[in-house]
């Protein structure tokens, strides 16, 4: 069957992790057992860790490229030895072309996904069907072909919302519309666009995110991103223009208010963003106590996103803002915080 179709079996909480150094590149922490391992969805999942030393004088895209290949080597060797087993459970999921999908539940409002990825750059890349994302302009999706592993991650961003490929395949917006679809939503799909860095892309690929949002006919979407600052403009673009589309928005995001907690959390805002669901802040600081056993390495510590020169004591125990960790305030939802209005 092609991708998103036919029948995906999955090792749960199993994943693949690459553990190595690249100089620069902003991977964080897995905290299995410390106060950090509540803000980390890989505490609790068993984790294989394919360490890898590089030789001397590797380029430092050429090391990112057979890392990744790597890790997504082992997981393929991992997911063949489950390929003939009968899983514990089985799920159904469906989305139909757009047309069809539209009529098959008429009086339920039309609800898409606007699925930001990270694509701003060397080592900010996320892949479609192996293709860099640059490359692409917005597209339709069904949610299925994501489910099935059509998008791989690449990419450095801050540890605290890097989207992984396990996020991608366990996108929680994207399974959480499928818990509500032919009940009181008619989930219509996926809009995949990237995330640029000149202003002239960022107008023209918002300008097709609405475009694609009006012609799906849809009465509301959810917007994601990846990452925080830059894209916060590609964010705050694609929400002003799909409301002006007459389309209801809302926005799942983090946020960086810096440690006091008193700075502008978003790069951007604008005034069409009314309804937004924030993944928690990155910059509360959290002690990290000495380990017994680690994997990888610690000399990057102080050079991450979340820490600081000096941060890191004698002993190995070192502080840092939570940012640092892995999937912390991830900006799909898959984590655990969240900010709540009074």
């Known amino acids: 069957p092609a991708v998103g179709e036919g029948r995906t079996h999955a090792l749960d909480g199993c994943c693949v992790v690459t553990v190595g150094r690249i100089v620069g590149f902003q991977e964080g922490v897995i905290d299995m057992s410390g106060p950090a391992a509540d803000y980390c969805p890989f505490s609790k999942t068993v984790n294989l860790c394919v360490v890898i030393e590089p030789r001397e004088g590797l380029e430092t895209h050429v090391y990112e490229k057979a890392g990744r290949l790597a890790g997504l080597k082992v997981a393929t060797f991992l997911g063949e030895t489950v390929r003939n087993v009968e899983p514990d459970t089985l799920e159904v999921f469906e989305t139909k072309p757009i ?15 606007v699925h930001m990825l990270q694509s701003q750059g060397l080592l900010h890349d996320t892949y479609y069907y192996g293709v860099d994302a640059k490359q692409f302009v917005p597209t339709f999706m069904y949610p299925t072909e994501i489910m099935d592993g059509a998008i791989v991650s ?38 995949l666009t990237n995330e640029n860095v000149f202003l002239a892309d960022k107008e ?16 509301g979407v959810l917007i994601t991103e990846e990452g925080y600052g830059n894209p916060d403009t590609d964010l ?6 799909v409301e002006r589309k ?19 959390s978003l790069a951007d805002t604008c005034e069409e963003a009314t309804a937004l669901a924030s993944c928690g802040q ?29 941060c890191v004591n004698e002993d190995g125990s070192f502080e840092a803002e939570i940012q640092i960790i892995i999937a912390s305030t991830i900006a799909n939802g898959f984590n655990k915080l969240a900010a709540r209005g009074y």
């Open 282 to 310: 990155g910059n509360a600081t959290l002690q990290f106590p000495v380990m017994d056993r680690i994997i990888g390495t610690m000399e990057y510590i102080e050079n991450q996103i979340g820490g600081w020169a000096g």
């Open 236 to 241: 705050m673009m694609n929400c002003r223009k």
């Open 204 to 219: 023209r690929h918002s300008d097709m995110v609405a475009k694609l949002a009006e012609w799906m006919q849809l009465d």
């Open 246 to 264: 007459g389309v209801k928005v809302v926005l799942i995001t983090d946020e960086f208010p810096g440690k006091d907690g008193k700075s502008q």
């Open 154 to 191: 690449g990419n450095c961003v801050a540890p605290c919302d890097k989207v992984t490929t396990y996020h991608h395949l366990h996108n929680p917006v994207i399974e959480d519309c499928y818990k509500h679809h032919g009940k009181d939503i008619n989930f219509m799909g996926v809009i």
């Open 99 to 113: 047309f069809e999908q539209a009529a098959m539940y008429p009086d339920l409002p039309k609800i898409g996904y």
